[in-house]
Structure formats: C-alpha cells, structure tokens
C-alpha cells in the first residue's frame, strides 16, 4: 500500500504533475488533463491572465478538481520571480509557487543561485515554493534548509525529451532528500516517467511529451500508467542490476 | 568583440562561393545528426540543398513543435510616424518620396492602442520612420508610458539608438527591439542607401548588441529579402543571431523575413525571393537555431503564412495596417509597405485553431519588468 504524496501539507494521490504549455487547443490540454490524472497542474503566469477566470487556459483547469501550480517561467532573477508570485496570488492563484528562475530563453536551464534567494523570500511571504532546479544535490540540500516544499531537479533541457541524462545526481539527491522529489523537464517518454520512479523520485511532472504527441490525451494516460508502473516497481523492491548472471537458486547453498 | 569586428575576416563574395561550392554530400552531412555549426548552415542553404527542402522542412516542423509547442503567437504593428531623414531606394518613407508625412500625438497613439487592445492584441509593436526630430526618445517614453497598462508586451522598430537610450527605454516598459540589417553586403548597403544616418553600416549592424546591452528580452533582426542573393544573406543571419545568443545571452533573438513588396516610389527587388526560397531559408534558419523567435507578417498572403504556420513560425502579425493612424482614421499617407494578408486579427486565430495550433494573444507578463 503506497503512502500518499504530501506537498506542503497538501495531500495527493496521483504522481504525475502536469504542465499545460505547447498544446494546440484548450480542449485538447483539459482531455489531457483528464486522462493523465494528475492532481496538480502548472500554469505559466506569462501564458495567462490570471485575473481573468475566463481565461483559456485557466477556465479548463477546474480549480476544484486540480490544485493550480503557478509558475514563473520567463523569470529571469529573484526579484521578477517574486514580482510576479506575489502578483499572482494576490490576483487568486493560491499559495503553491512553481519557482522557475530561467535567465537564458533557449534552454530555460535554472539560475541557482536566483532560485534560492527567490525562494527565501517567497518561503518567508507564505508560499508553497518547488523550485524547478539542475540536478544539484547542495542546491537541493540549500532549498530543502531553506523550506521549499520540495526539490524539482531536471532530467534533461526543458522540452527535449531526452530522458535522464542526470542519473547519477538524481540518485544523490533522492537518498539524501527530506522533501519530495519531483523530476522536472526532459521526460520524453512514459519510460522515462517510470525510470524516474524506480529510482525513488517522489513524482514527475511532464508537459511537452504529452503536448506534441500525435494524440496527446492518449499519451497522458500512457504517462500516467508509466509513473504508475514506476512507482510500484520501486515499492516492491527491484532487483539490483548485475554484470553477471546470478542464479536464483544460490549454487553454495548446501554449504551452510 | 562586436558582430561587426567578427565579419571584417569574412567577405560577401567569399561565403556566397562557399555556399555556391557545397555538394549534394555536404548536404547529406548537415542533415546528419551531430551539432550544427555554421559551415553545416552553409551546406543546408546552397543550391545542392533546394532538392532535400521537403526533409529540411520536417526537420523544421518538428524542432519548432518540440520548442515551441503547437502554437502561434499574435501581435499588431502601430506606425507612430512616417516621418524619414534616411533614403533608403526601396522604401516608401524615402525623404525624397513626395508623400504626406504624419506623427501621431500621444492621444492619437493611445487610440490605435485602444484599437489594438479591443481585438485582443497584446503584444504591441511600435513602429516609425527614422526621424529623430519627430519621434524624440522622451516622445517615445510617453507613449509606452501610456501603452504598458494595455499591454504585456511592447516592442520597438524604429531608428537605432545609443546603448543608454535603450536603457531608458526598457525601463519605461519596452522589452523587445526590433532592427533589420536589410543587407549584410556592404557594398550593395551602401548603394540602397543613400542619405541619412542609415548610410553607416556599422552603426546599424551594432544596434541589436546595444539593444542586449541595454537588456531588452527580445532582439530582432532581419535582411530585406529581394536585395541581394538570399542565400548569403541568411549565412549573415545565421552567424549574427548565433553572436547575438552567445553574447547576449539573457535575450531572445527573433528574425523576421520581410520580403520587398510594392511601394510607393516604384523598387523593383533586384533578387526575388520565390515561395520556395522563403521557406527553404525560414526553415533551414530553424533548424540551426531550434530556439530563435521567427516572425512572419502580412506581407506574406493569407495561403502562404497559413502553410507556413507548421513550419517554423512562432509569431505572426494580423490585421495589421502600414499607415500611420490607420486603425481608427483613415489615414491619406501611404503606407509602408503594400499588405497581403486583409484578414481580421479574428480571422487569423480562427484559421490558426483550423490548422491545429493554438493562437496565442499574451506570451509575456508585464509584471517581470515594471
């Protein structure tokens, strides 16, 4: 039986994190949405006007079903990321913040140092920070002191689909983590959802793979039996892998 | 090292035989996996390409899906002032063109942007002749003054300035630049234009570093297409965005592809650009610069930008009109350039839904910068 996912005191089921960028229709996002079961949806405050309930993306997200995740990318230091979380939640969007503190447009790789003063100062004001980090164990032990609810370490570039490239310091992150750890960005496929989560990580959260695919709410639903699959596979215990092949039935057994 | 220090080791003659020397196997190279760097550009816009264009453009298509998603970004131009000190023999705002010329007041400014808002815009961009005398930067200040309540987004293309006007500028609410080079050969440059500040190549091809330095989000470039061989042109572009990303690495660099269309004063473009070009050059850009912004306007008719929307393009003007005050009176002055595409801003996110994307009126968030 697993225990559920608790993020800032906040409890969920589902594993699976969703983003609603790059799709080709509000209708098709919320089918995604649907399928996919994630209980937890990122919005960019750039993409929206979260003034406006009638906005298209947010008018499909149904803040009853979903918890809104608001995110600052585009944000290129501390100050503008807290600019537009504090104008964010003023403006309704509630107290989680997805911290992203991205200086460079093209590969939209996380400033550290911006994110853990940003962080300092939203934890202080009240929210409900996951900052979205590279795979930096010190950085994740920082923003973990720091009280961010969780560590959101990447896999790869945002929107690469390359899978996890950031393995090994991944692995680091998760043994020495107290917070939960959700692997952001890079996740092309429902494998690497499941990759992901026999390693240990505590979610994943996934947008483009699932935005650009040839049926994108079929392919939520295939990430959400990915992350699924994962995660009870790291339940139940995996085998570790070996060089050799190793009998099931030890040959020196009679010895003891 | 400034882009215009880069290229004194480079001539135009030099790369246009470059590009005119690749292979058809230089081609198979380029299209290989492995990074992209200029000379592979060099292979994937020569004539050795033109008959792999159908593979170049699903590259495109998919890069561009990847980055960018499905969807278009929308914006509208608004001419401030047609006003002109430069001479420059392919354009309409020519000083020596017998034309009336026209600055919008503040108030004036403030209508066309009400205009524009009403329709949904909200990404603006600014748009003047280059006459300092009649579009001052304390002039400009005003408008985006009055501009940034009713947009997230404002940006401008008007004449080059210093690095510190810039600044001022970007702290008054403007974050993107726009500013084409027109032609990256010197010597036709100075041939096209003839009198005005616009005669110094390097002052122009310097603006878009200044415009980094200043710290605008976006920076634009561009080559006037029909002036010269539009190959070598998009190999300058090539290395141009690439210095630009490397130096200014905080900024998004966008490129457009304004093709000369009819104007007032009768240019005939001395090296057309076919369909077929156009795309060839849009979409072998996107696949050196997965990243890079690429804007197409209503330049371009109404099938040609529909057709070009799943191949690279990440933003499209709509609506738009060239004259100065256009939206709100009807203006007598002539405008810029000739449009092709009459549609709505509506009609446009509605054709824009029945491709398959989403049409996307607000990408930015005034609140990062003011």
């Known amino acids: 039986m697993d225990t559920p996912l608790v993020i800032g005191g906040h409890t969920f089921t589902s594993r699976l994190l969703m983003g609603t960028g790059k799709f080709s229709s509000p209708e098709v996002m919320k089918e995604a949405l649907q399928e996919s079961g994630a209980e937890i949806v990122t919005v960019a405050l750039r993409r929206v006007n979260i003034h406006d309930p009638k906005d298209s993306i947010l008018a499909n997200v149904d803040r009853e079903r979903y918890t809104l995740l608001p995110n600052t990318s585009g944000a290129r230091d501390a100050e503008e990321a807290v600019r537009l979380a504090r104008l964010a939640r003023a403006a309704g969007g509630g107290d989680f913040i997805k911290l992203e503190v991205t200086p460079d447009p093209n590969y939209l790789l996380p400033d550290p140092v911006e994110t853990l003063k940003a962080a300092e100062i939203l934890i202080r004001d009240g929210f409900i920070v996951l900052p979205y980090i590279h795979a930096d164990p010190i950085l994740a032990k920082r923003l973990e002191e720091a009280g961010t609810a969780t560590v959101m370490p990447l896999g790869s570039p945002i929107g690469s689909n390359r899978g996890i490239r950031t393995r090994d310091a991944i692995e680091i992150i998760i043994e020495m983590a107290r917070v939960p750890v959700v692997v952001d960005a890079g996740l092309g496929a429902p494998s690497h959802a499941a990759e992901a989560m026999e390693m240990g990580a505590d979610a994943v959260l996934v947008n483009t793979a699932i935005a650009v695919a040839g049926d994108p709410p079929a392919m939520a639903g295939a990430f959400k039996k990915g992350t699924e699959a994962g995660r009870e596979a790291y339940l139940a215990g995996l085998g570790k892998p070996r060089k050799k092949a190793e009998a099931s039935s030890p040959l020196t057994g009679f010895l003891r | ?370």
Not at chain 2, 85 to 103: G, I, L, P
Request: with cysteine; proline share 4%; hydrophobic share 35%.
């Open chain 2, 1 to 370: 090292m400034t882009f215009y220090d880069r290229i004194q080791e480079y001539s135009w003659d030099k790369i246009t035989e470059q590009i005119h020397r690749k292979t058809a196997e230089d081609v198979r190279t380029a299209l290989s996996p492995g990074t992209m760097d200029v000379d592979k550009f060099v292979s994937l816009v020569s004539p050795s390409a033109d008959e792999v264009l159908e593979e170049i453009a699903r590259s495109a298509q998919i890069i561009t899906e990847q980055r960018f998603g499905r969807i278009v970004g929308l914006y509208a131009p608004m001419y401030l002032s047609n006003s002109c000190t430069n001479s420059c023999v392919y354009c309409s705002f020519n000083a020596s063109n017998k034309m009336d010329r026209e600055t919008l007041s503040v108030d004036q400014a403030v209508s066309e942007a009400r205009h524009l808002h009403s329709q949904g815009f909200r990404h603006i961009l600014l748009v003047s002749g280059e006459d300092q005398g009649m579009v001052s930067l304390d002039y400009l200040k005003e408008v985006v003054g009055k501009l940034r309540d009713l947009f997230d987004s404002i940006s401008i293309e008007i004449y080059p300035m210093e690095t510190g006007d810039y600044r001022e500028l970007a702290a008054s609410g403007v974050d993107g630049l726009i500013v084409y080079q027109e032609t990256y050969n010197p010597y036709l440059y100075a041939k096209v234009h003839k009198a005005g500040k616009k005669k110094d190549y390097r002052w122009r091809i310097e603006t878009p570093e200044r415009g980094g330095s200043a710290g605008f989000r976006r920076v634009g470039i561009g080559a006037l297409l029909g002036l010269d061989d539009w190959r070598t042109e998009a190999v300058y572009l090539a290395m141009h965005a690439r210095h630009l990303m490397r130096r200014h690495w905080r900024s998004q660099v966008t490129i457009s592809f304004p093709r000369l269309r009819p104007a007032v004063g009768g240019y005939t473009p001395p090296c057309p650009v076919s369909d077929r070009d156009l795309v060839h050059m849009l979409t072998a850009l996107r696949v050196f610069l997965p990243d890079a912004g690429l804007l197409l306007s209503t330049r371009e008719s109404k099938e040609f930008r529909d057709n070009m929307i799943p191949l690279g393009v990440t933003s499209m003007s709509a609506g738009s009109c060239t004259q100065v005050g256009g939206y709100t009176s009807d203006s007598a002055s002539a405008g810029q350039f000739e449009i092709a595409d009459h549609r709505s801003p509506e009609e446009v996110a509605e054709t824009i839904k029945n491709i398959g994307y989403e049409p996307v009126w607000k990408d930015w968030d005034a609140a990062f910068i003011r």
